[in-house]
Nanobody, 115 residues
Framework: QVQLVESGGGLVQPGGSLRLSCAAS????????MSWYRQAPGKEREFVAV??????NYADSVKGRFTISRDNAKNTVYLQMNSLKPEDTAMYYC??????????WGQGTQVTVSS
């Protein structure tokens, strides 16, 4: 059974940090393009970061603040988020996508940046 489980969200003050985790099971995540997306209330889901075969890419809004990485031995992808801003508040989702287009989503983890 394919499953993605996100964790690590929570409430943090502006300027703070969080590390999100996406644990994959039922498939080998290293063979997939792994991405993070987020969705704020009343807004569409938007791309945050992607990692594929060692290369990474980020949305302009998070460049220099967020870092995506993977631990293939743990079948897990991470999103290190630093210098968090209130506008980073959203539900964060992990996506796994195969080269033929098959995709899986996790259930999301809430990140709230507020003083």
């Amino acid at each position: 059974q394919v499953q993605l489980v996100e964790s690590g969200g929570g409430l943090v003050q502006p300027g703070g940090s969080l590390r999100l985790s996406c644990a994959a099971s039922g498939f080998t995540s290293s063979r997939y393009i792994m991405s993070w997306y987020r969705q704020a209330p009343g807004k569409e889901r938007e791309f945050v970061a992607v990692i594929s075969s060692g290369s990474t890419n980020y949305a302009d809004s998070v460049k220099g603040r967020f870092t995506i990485s993977r631990d293939n031995a743990k079948n897990t992808v991470y999103l290190q988020m630093n210098s968090l801003k209130p506008e980073d508040t959203a539900m964060y989702y992990c996506q796994a996508r195969s080269v033929i287009g098959t995709s899986y989503w996790g259930q999301g983890t809430q990140v709230t940046v507020s003083s």
